[in-house]
Each structure stands twice: as C-alpha cells, then as structure tokens.
C-alpha cells in the first residue's frame, strides 16, 4: 500500500491503518471480528478510513434515496449510543482519578 503511493519510506505511519483494517474485519475461520473479543466492543472505524457512498442524486429514485437516508439515520444513532459510552466512561474515570488523588 505505501509503495503503491510512492510512501516507501514512511510504511510505519500506515500500518496502524491496516491493523485496524484487519482486527475490525470478520475473519472468515471463526466467524469473530477480533477486536469485538479483545476490547469488549465493537471496533470504531475513522472517517477517513471507511467507503465514501457515491452520492448521485439524479439517477436514483426518491424511494432509495429515503431508504438510504433511513440507513445512515440508524448508523449515526448506533454511534451516538457509543459515543455515549465512551464519556459515560471517561468521565467514570475522571471522577476515580480525582478521588483517589484526594
């Protein structure tokens, strides 16, 4: 992939990326996305690293564009219920720290 975009130099600052790619995809022998059992959750890709949708409006029907729009609504709610977790967490962790330091 780094040699592919003329990076030969700098393959360490990709591979994080693949690792990633790679602990986030279902592995075909045992049916299991490995970093669902390693971290208890399930694996948050960034932006940059997911599919962009072609987004052409005029050639699709208003009934697939609704129900595309419904798809993407139930992505952003699951990652809202995330996000939430994630502060619940932090902020879990926050008030332990301060406790403790006290």
Known sequence: ???????DCEWDELLWS?????????????GVVPFTPLFAQEATMPPDLRARPV????????????????????????????AGCSLEVAQHCDTVAVRTST
């Not at 992939?1 to 990076?7: E, I, R, S, T, V």
């Not at 693949?18 to 045992?30: E, G, P, R």
């Not at 699709?60 to 952003?76: F, G, H, P, S």
Request: charged residues 25%.
């Open 1 to 7: 992939m780094a040699l592919d975009k003329g990076l």
């Open 18 to 30: 693949l690792v990633l790619s790679y602990n986030a995809a279902k592995q075909q022998s045992t």
């Open 55 to 82: 987004l052409n409006f005029e050639e699709q029907e208003e009934k697939t564009l609704a129900e595309d729009l419904l798809q993407r609504a139930l992505i952003v709610k699951k990652l809202m219920v995330h």
